[in-house]
C-alpha cells in the first residue's frame, strides 16, 4: 500500500490532472487504486499551486466516469464469463464483486448512487450494473451525482491539510468510512421524505 502510495503521489507530481484522471478511470475500471490517495494528493499539489484544484476536480470525476462507463460496458456485453476468464490479470476480486452484485440485486439502481463511496464496493459497482442491462442515460446520472462530493470532499482535505499531508495516508481508511457514513445517512434521509410525500 505505501509503495503504491507513493507511485501515485510521483505519477500526480509528474503529469498533474492527467495522472489523476487516468488513475481515477483505472480505480472506476476495477483496477482496485485507492481513490483515497488519488485525490487527497491531487488537492495537495493543487495546494502547492502545480495544478488547478478545479481542474483536479474535474479531471477526478471524468476519470471516474470514464472508468465506470468501461466496468458497465464490460458486464454488459461481456458479463460473468468474461470475468471469470480475464479478471485476474486485472486484480479482479471476486469477493468484492459479489459483494457489489448483491447490493445492486437487493436495492436495484440506487446501488450506483450510493456505491461511489462505499468501500471496495465502489470499484466493482459498475459491473452488475452493465450485467442487469441498467439504463445507460440513469447510470451516467446516478454515477456522476455519486461521485462529485466524494471526490471534491477527497481533494478538498488534501488542499486543506497542506503540510500535513502525511496524516492522510495514515487516516485514509477512516475517512472512507467517515464519507460513506455521512452519504448513506443522507440518501436515506431522502429516500424516507419522498417516501412519506408519496404516502400523502
Known sequence: MHNLSVFLEHAITQYGIYAVFLAML????????????????????????????????I?????NLAGS??????GKWGGRPLLARYGKYIF??????NSAEKWFSRYGSITVLIGRILPAIRTFISLPAGIAKMNIGRFVIFTIIGTIPWVYILAEVGFQLGKNWSTIDLHSHALTYIFAIILILSVVGFWIKNRQSSSR
Request: hydrophobic share 55%; glycine share 8%.
Open 26 to 57: 483505472l480505480e472506476s475500471a476495477c483496477i482496485p487504486l485507492p481513490s483515497e490517495v488519488i485525490m487527497p494528493f491531487a488537492g495537495f499539489e493543487a495546494w502547492l499551486g502545480h495544478v488547478s484544484f478545479w481542474e483536479a476536480v
Open 59 to 63: 479531471a477526478g470525476i471524468l476519470g
Open 69 to 74: 462507463l468501461i466496468a458497465y460496458a464490460v
Open 92 to 97: 479482479f476480486s471476486e469477493k468484492h464483486f
